[in-house]
């Protein structure tokens, strides 16, 4: 956590769900500008771990709106399905620490069970999960998995924190220095099948292999700091300066969204707008 004089690296990072909007733009010349006026380095990271949702063709519409913008980008560019490997040596590291366990609860199990607890904490992102398969003992667990019963691994956030000799601190660039609270998220899952990795793991492993300093990305993303930087430490990795930007809004005050086409870069593109016009709007 300190200066990097000459050394920044940034990076974005978009998942190929759909088409960039405008909001994406304002968010990746953040961050290349970051990089470049300091005499940094810039990296462009696919994060299509989503195998449902993500797809070649829109990999291919992310380069080509930002070759519209006039970005470069290091090559090659990481993809977060090619590194699977990656992400199971360190969901093995918290299994051996055991940071990991087994959650069976379905979604509907833990809106029921929040629905019986009418005190059930809450987070910055909504009831957290109530810590129903925590309790389970190691026989328990074991006789679940070997009936095939499906699962997802969960992060034991209260046995993380026990652990630690002194606050997790990070510093923000919008918001000055913090103290890590992961508890706010409470047992967040890291794996599932479907996902055999989750963001969260994912981008704090990225960052520190791609030699991040500098995240930059939106404020609603701020809270998973906390989690993140909880992670780096469990993990041993870089801890980079964090900045959390302002989101844009439309005119009605609501965020941008990949299902509002009118606002991706290329109905814009189509429209006749031209890269200047979305530079000057977006700064």
């Known amino acids: 956590m300190h200066d990097h004089p000459g050394g920044i690296v940034t990076r974005f990072a978009p998942s190929p769900t ?11 010349l953040f961050a290349y500008r970051k990089a470049k006026e300091n005499g940094g380095r810039f990296i462009l990271r696919i994060e299509d771990i989503d195998t449902e949702r993500c797809r070649p063709e829109y990999v291919d519409g992310i380069k080509e709106d930002l ?3 006039g970005l470069t980008w290091e090559e090659p560019v990481r993809k977060q399905s090619e590194h699977m490997a990656g992400y199971a040596a360190a969901l093995d590291k918290l299994a051996g620490a055991d ?3 087994p959650c069976f609860c379905s979604r509907r199990d833990i809106r029921e ?4 607890a009418p005190a059930a904490p809450h987070g910055p992102e909504g009831a957290l999960y109530p810590g129903t398969c925590r309790n389970l003992t190691a026989d328990e667990r074991q006789d679940r998995m070997a009936k095939g019963e499906p699962y997802a691994l969960r992060l034991d956030t209260t046995a993380a924190l026990a652990r630690l000799d002194a606050p997790l601190i990070w510093e923000d660039l919008e918001k000055g220095k913090q103290e890590a ?16 990795a989750s963001y969260h793991l994912c981008v704090t492993l990225d960052d520190h292999l791609q030699g991040v300093t500098h995240v930059t990305r ?19 990795l870089n801890v980079p300066v964090w900045h959390h930007h ?8 609501k965020r941008f969204a990949k299902r509002n086409q009118s606002v991706t870069l290329k109905s814009l593109r189509e429209m006749g707008s031209m890269p200047e016009d979305i530079i000057r709007r977006v700064s």
């Open 18 to 28: 759909g088409q960039l909007h405008i909001g994406h733009a304002y968010s990746v």
């Open 67 to 69: 070759h519209w913008l």
């Open 99 to 101: 940071l990991l366990y």
């Open 113 to 116: 069970e929040i629905a019986r």
């Open 181 to 196: 609270h992961p508890e706010i998220l409470g047992d967040v899952v890291l794996a599932r099948k479907d996902t055999p």
């Open 218 to 236: 939106g404020e609603d993303l701020f809270h998973a700091t906390h989690l993140h930087r909880l992670l780096q430490h469990i993990l041993g």
């Open 246 to 253: 302002p989101l844009l809004h439309d005119e009605e005050g």
